[in-house]
């Protein structure tokens, strides 16, 4: 007879992040404000009895007590459901996640009902993007409505999305001044690995302030990503050089408007990653852009 595998709950994002509880026995737990909970989490999202979780053996359920922010498993708030392996529950500023008993790292970890941590002020939501990836993290934040500045640190750089109320009203990638929020955006979706933190509101001006809801931003910009994946092995290297040919033979007048205004770029900054960066249009139209312009032989590699 095969024994049921026991679950465990896993904190991936807020002051618990790394502690687990495994599910061994029947029971509940209360998770809110109060200094008499189970779990305490001690900040302004969360209510004092916020939310109750019961385990008998294999099923966990999971109730919100009339929060006032509410309870959220996998970007839908809820009021009662049942939980099972990989859902992930937002509570505050807190993520946790249903595993498997066995996949817990192998050193004992503080289990999150200890008095010592639940006295300490979440000071904010952080995690890493491999544990949860950044679509999850936007439609949690989305859904809650919550406002602050998410900052995403990667190989490819930091990227900060400032948000209201759940709505992106701005993006930006440090060091990239001429690339547009909308399409700082999109490039934010591709990074797989890497740190968030969900940082206090900016209050200083906006420049150029959009208002985007995050299920636009996850349609749009998931469907140029699958597309533009499928484009990758066929284009250059960011660090490729793009040359117009001598002499140029093709007319130009058989180009359309993107592809002569990608020319022109390429023309006047020759690198491909340059050439992303300063066209107007979308990353996937300016490669596609690109491809028309090396097919018909207007530019080269090299």
Same mark, same amino acid.
């Given at each position: 007879m095969? $024994?049921?595998?026991p679950?465990?709950?896993?904190?991936? +994002?807020?002051?618990?992040?790394?502690?687990?509880?495994?599910?061994?026995?029947?029971?509940?737990? %209360?998770?809110?404000?109060?200094?008499?909970?189970?779990?305490?989490?001690?900040?302004?999202?969360?209510?004092?009895?916020?939310?109750?979780? $019961?385990?008998?053996?294999?099923?966990?359920?999971?109730?919100?007590?009339?929060?006032? =922010?509410?309870?959220?498993?996998?970007?839908?708030?809820?009021?009662?459901?049942?939980?099972?392996?990989?859902?992930?529950v *937002?509570?505050? +500023? +807190?993520?946790?996640?249903?595993?498997?008993?066995?996949?817990?790292?192998? =050193?004992?970890?503080?289990?999150? =009902?200890? &008095?010592?941590?639940?006295?300490?002020?979440?000071?904010?939501?952080?995690?890493?993007?491999?544990?949860?990836? %950044? #679509?999850?993290? %936007?439609?949690?934040?989305?859904t809650?409505?919550k406002?602050?500045?998410?900052?995403?640190?990667?190989?490819?750089?930091?990227?900060?999305m400032?948000?209201?109320?759940?709505?992106?009203?701005?993006v930006?990638?440090?060091?990239?001044?001429?690339?547009? #929020?909308?399409?700082?955006?999109?490039?934010?979706?591709?990074?797989?690995?890497?740190?968030?933190?969900?940082?206090?509101? &900016?209050?200083?001006?906006i420049?150029?302030?959009?208002?985007?809801?995050?299920?636009?931003?996850?349609?749009?910009?998931?469907?140029? %990503?699958?597309?533009?994946?499928?484009?990758?092995?066929?284009?250059?290297?960011?660090?490729?050089?793009?040359a117009? #040919?001598?002499p140029?033979?093709?007319?130009?007048?058989?180009?359309? #408007? *993107?592809?002569?205004d990608?020319?022109q770029?390429a023309?006047?900054?020759?690198?491909?990653?340059?050439?992303?960066?300063?066209?107007?249009?979308s990353?996937?139209?300016? +490669?596609?852009?690109?491809?028309?312009?090396?097919?018909?032989?207007? *530019?080269?590699?090299?």
């Amino acid at each position: 007879m095969t $024994t049921a595998r026991p679950l465990a709950l896993r904190f991936i +994002s807020g002051k618990f992040q790394g502690s687990e509880y495994a599910l061994t026995d029947s029971g509940e737990m %209360l998770v809110g404000r109060s200094g008499d909970v189970q779990i305490v989490l001690s900040e302004d999202m969360v209510s004092r009895r916020h939310a109750r979780i $019961t385990f008998d053996g294999q099923r966990i359920t999971i109730e919100d007590l009339g929060s006032t =922010n509410g309870t959220f498993v996998n970007g839908e708030k809820i009021k009662r459901c049942d939980l099972k392996e990989g859902d992930r529950v *937002l509570i505050g +500023s +807190s993520i946790f996640k249903v595993v498997y008993a066995d996949q817990a790292p192998a =050193n004992p970890r503080r289990r999150p =009902n200890d &008095d010592s941590l639940g006295r300490t002020q979440a000071r904010t939501m952080t995690g890493a993007i491999e544990e949860i990836p %950044l #679509p999850d993290v %936007l439609q949690l934040l989305g859904t809650s409505k919550k406002t602050g500045v998410l900052v995403v640190h990667s190989a490819q750089g930091t990227g900060r999305m400032r948000m209201r109320k759940g709505t992106i009203v701005h993006v930006a990638i440090d060091g990239l001044v001429t690339v547009g #929020p909308l399409k700082c955006a999109y490039r934010m979706l591709a990074w797989t690995q890497g740190t968030f933190e969900l940082e206090p509101a &900016d209050e200083s001006p906006i420049p150029g302030e959009i208002d985007l809801a995050v299920h636009e931003l996850l349609m749009e910009g998931l469907r140029q %990503l699958d597309e533009h994946n499928h484009l990758r092995s066929q284009l250059p290297d960011l660090t490729a050089r793009l040359a117009v #040919p001598h002499p140029l033979l093709p007319p130009l007048r058989d180009l359309s #408007p *993107l592809e002569l205004d990608t020319f022109q770029v390429a023309l006047n900054d020759p690198i491909f990653g340059t050439v992303l960066d300063k066209s107007a249009a979308s990353d996937l139209d300016t +490669s596609r852009a690109v491809l028309r312009l090396l097919s018909g032989g207007y *530019l080269k590699t090299g």
